[in-house]
């Protein structure tokens, strides 16, 4: 190897070991603080959302249905949240909420604009008895 050469291995390689290092210290703060962990990944969740709702944009099949779809199933993911930090919730309620969470996730994008309105019925249901119980 010329001269050159190893000047731009030995550059290459104080770079990689600083990278481990700094993957290292990453990787060590992503394991003491799980929301940084949850909200990076939740990103990557957003992010492919948003290619699907671009794709049936592109090919003209119902984007806006999916996108609220997509925000159901978040308001859902709150609603669970809500009614798992409270212990005066019933277990069939939570049952029935995760069970309907479970089916909206699942619903296929030709029947979104007619089982939307009974999901957001359902979801205005589930608030209503999660919040009467928090209230007593």
């Given at each position: 190897?010329?001269?050159?050469?190893?000047?731009?291995?030995?550059?290459?390689?104080?770079?990689?070991?600083?990278?481990?290092?700094?993957?290292?210290?990453?990787?060590?703060?992503m394991?003491?603080?799980?929301?940084?962990?949850?909200?990076?990944?939740?990103?990557?969740?957003?992010?492919?959302?948003?290619?699907a709702?671009?794709y049936?944009?592109?090919?003209?099949?119902?984007?806006?249905?999916?996108q609220?779809?997509?925000?159901?199933?978040?308001?859902?993911?709150?609603l669970?949240?809500?009614g798992?930090?409270?212990?005066?919730?019933?277990?069939?309620?939570m049952?029935?909420?995760n069970?309907?969470?479970?089916?909206?996730?699942?619903e296929a994008?030709?029947?979104?604009?007619?089982?939307?309105?009974?999901?957001?019925?359902?979801?205005?249901?589930?608030?209503?008895?999660?919040?009467?119980?928090?209230?007593?």
């Open positions: 190897m010329e001269r050159a050469e190893k000047k731009i291995l030995r550059g290459n390689i104080i770079k990689f070991i600083i990278g481990l290092i700094l993957l290292g210290f990453s990787v060590s703060y394991s003491n603080h799980p929301a940084e962990k949850s909200s990076i990944l939740s990103g990557f969740e957003v992010l492919r959302q948003r290619v709702v671009y049936h944009k592109v090919t003209n099949t119902n984007p806006a249905a999916l609220k779809k997509y925000d159901y199933e978040k308001t859902y993911e709150e669970i949240k809500m798992e930090s409270t212990s005066c919730v019933d277990p069939n309620v049952t029935a909420l069970e309907t969470y479970l089916e909206l996730q699942k994008i030709k029947n979104l604009d007619t089982d939307l309105p009974g999901y957001m019925r359902k979801a205005s249901e589930y608030k209503t008895m999660i919040e009467n119980c928090t209230t007593k």
